[in-house]
């Protein structure tokens, strides 16, 4: 009996395969979660920390206008991009960790192209940063600040946060495929992420920077994510709602192929 050659999947088949496998790497990561089920908690604290201490002695103050929008509804949009570029950034940390523990080098071997690995821990990444927008409305609730209601807005804006997570969480494993130390990525993580958000509208208008600064701002994605954001729940009008879509997709995309083609940097 001759026997039966089987075909590697093409077309629909094959896109079928790699969204079977990256959803099961994904899960995989997100099952980490059930081991330290407070990191949600103590991850809330921060941008309860920036709201309640930051974001109400500046709307006493009155240092930074904001126009007709009061400053704390102003922030809230902007601390949950920040919580989530925070929960993003370091998430290269635990990609070496599976490189040391030998964990990467199994998945490296396996069909799955490198690409539905990194796609599932920015997925992963993603959905622990969505924690961070139900945390911030409920604070915002309570603390009187007005924010939507509407659970289409809502999704849409945990969208937005996915959107940008999943770019930071591959430019931190980018930043691994190529320092290949424990040790550096978290000194050039902690290095870029200040950074990063004073170099956004996450604070402060960008009507109010300085020129230089006003340029940063405009190639630097997490001030489109904020933008969406404030769009979706404040009703703060952007001027370019589409382009702020594209850019954060796109980032995602380029994101997702950068790290890929440096994973593989990391097992040799």
Known sequence: MTPRLLRAPRG??????????TQTFGWVELQ????????????????????????TTFNRLHVIQTGSVPYLEFLAPGIIAQSALFISIF?????????????LAKLMVTPSPASAVVTGKAFAAGVRSVAQVISVLVLAYIMGIQMTYNPLRILAAMGVVMLGSAFFACLSMSLAGLVRNRDRLMGIGQAITM??????????????????LRWLSRINPLSYEVDSLRLLLIGVPSAHPWLDLGVLVLAAVVGIALASSLLRRLVR
């Open 12 to 21: 629909w088949r094959k896109m079928s395969s790699l969204l079977a496998r």
């Open 195 to 212: 950074p990063l958000f004073f170099a956004s509208n996450a604070l402060y208008p960008v009507s109010v920077m300085p020129e230089w």
């Open 91 to 103: 998430y290269g940390i635990q990609i070496v960790w599976d490189r040391d523990a030998g964990i």
């Open 32 to 55: 980490k979660l059930r081991h330290d089920r407070t990191e949600l908690f103590t991850r809330m604290v921060q941008p309860a920390l920036w709201l309640l201490i930051f974001g």
